[in-house]
């Protein structure tokens, strides 16, 4: 494995005692929660839906935290993952490797920070009995939106441009598509050496798309199941 940078490892710690603190405070929450919690509001902002607590319901902001944790980590991991010597440690794909986790990383946090405030707003929601997680909950949704733009473009600066390589027509596929299982690199240079792009001849690479996939597929289809429950 790659060493990961100190911001990566602070993004870990610093999501890690958020995720624990929010557990600790939705758990502390649960019992003094009404046993039926209002899930939808008229106009006027009073309630005209509930269902039943559950802890599923109540620690679901924790739940959202996790599932972020699990598949932003997996994303970091494999792109970290690199058999290699002393001698490339510096290499331009190394460094490419610990950009693109330490970016994966921040933006992780963002929005494990964002479900820290959303169990507070929740929790404030239900006590009331009143529709609104407030102007704050809004504001910090936008925030963790800028912020996750600056982040990607901030890792886009890093990444700079790649130092190009001989031209090896074995290596690839379809004219564009680089495949070499002898090259310990995930971050290789186009063939015109403009850009970035994947090693199709590690797994990792077929594994960072299937997440990819999941993520943006299953998701959301998901997410939108438990809603119309």
């Given at each position: 494995m790659i060493t990961p940078s100190r911001p990566t490892q602070a993004a870990v710690f610093v999501s890690l005692v958020m995720m624990a603190g929010s557990g600790v405070f939705?758990?502390?929450?649960?019992?003094?929660?009404?046993?039926?919690?209002?899930?939808?509001?008229?106009?006027?902002?009073?309630?005209?839906?509930?269902?039943?607590?559950?802890?599923?319901?109540?620690?679901m902001p924790l739940l959202v935290q996790l599932a972020l944790a699990v598949t932003f980590g997996a994303v970091a991991a494999l792109l970290l993952s690199r058999p290699h010597g002393q001698h490339d440690r510096e290499a331009a794909d190394v460094r490419a490797a610990k950009t693109a986790a330490e970016a994966v990383t921040l933006i992780a946090l963002i929005w494990i920070a964002f479900q820290a405030y959303a169990a507070i707003a929740l929790v404030?929601?239900?006590?009331?009995?009143r529709a609104g997680l407030g102007a704050l909950y809004y504001g910090l949704e936008v925030t963790g939106v800028v912020a996750s733009v600056l982040v990607f473009a901030r890792a886009n600066l890093q990444f700079g441009r790649p130092e190009p390589r001989p031209f090896v027509a074995a290596h690839w596929r379809f004219g564009h598509l680089y495949k070499n299982p002898d090259d310990p690199a995930l971050f290789v240079p186009t063939r015109d050496g403009s850009r970035w792009t994947l090693n199709f001849g590690r797994p990792v690479?077929?594994?960072?798309?299937?997440?990819?996939?999941?993520?943006?597929?299953?998701?959301?289809?998901?997410?939108?199941?438990?809603?119309l429950r």
């Amino acid at each position: 494995m790659i060493t990961p940078s100190r911001p990566t490892q602070a993004a870990v710690f610093v999501s890690l005692v958020m995720m624990a603190g929010s557990g600790v405070f939705l758990a502390s929450q649960y019992p003094v929660l009404s046993d039926i919690l209002p899930v939808h509001f008229m106009a006027n902002g009073y309630p005209n839906g509930w269902q039943f607590k559950t802890y599923a319901r109540v620690l679901m902001p924790l739940l959202v935290q996790l599932a972020l944790a699990v598949t932003f980590g997996a994303v970091a991991a494999l792109l970290l993952s690199r058999p290699h010597g002393q001698h490339d440690r510096e290499a331009a794909d190394v460094r490419a490797a610990k950009t693109a986790a330490e970016a994966v990383t921040l933006i992780a946090l963002i929005w494990i920070a964002f479900q820290a405030y959303a169990a507070i707003a929740l929790v404030t929601m239900w006590h009331r009995q009143r529709a609104g997680l407030g102007a704050l909950y809004y504001g910090l949704e936008v925030t963790g939106v800028v912020a996750s733009v600056l982040v990607f473009a901030r890792a886009n600066l890093q990444f700079g441009r790649p130092e190009p390589r001989p031209f090896v027509a074995a290596h690839w596929r379809f004219g564009h598509l680089y495949k070499n299982p002898d090259d310990p690199a995930l971050f290789v240079p186009t063939r015109d050496g403009s850009r970035w792009t994947l090693n199709f001849g590690r797994p990792v690479a077929a594994a960072l798309l299937g997440i990819v996939l999941l993520v943006g597929v299953v998701g959301p289809a998901a997410i939108l199941g438990f809603l119309l429950r």
